[in-house]
């Protein structure tokens, strides 16, 4: 039996825990979001 999880939904669970528990962390996670979504769709 294999389990595969997907990265995406994995760290989106993670930071949807994080942000319940310490909310001051949104604008981190999305800033990071944002970062690494811009660095994905400019180099590939």
């Not at 825990?17 to 660095?39: E, K, S």
Request: charged share 0%.
């Amino acid at each position: 039996m294999n389990v595969h999880l997907a990265f995406g939904p994995l760290a989106a669970l993670i930071a949807g825990i994080l942000i319940l528990a310490v909310p001051r962390l949104l604008n981190y996670i999305v800033a990071l979001y944002l970062i690494v979504i811009g660095l994905v769709g400019l180099f590939g």
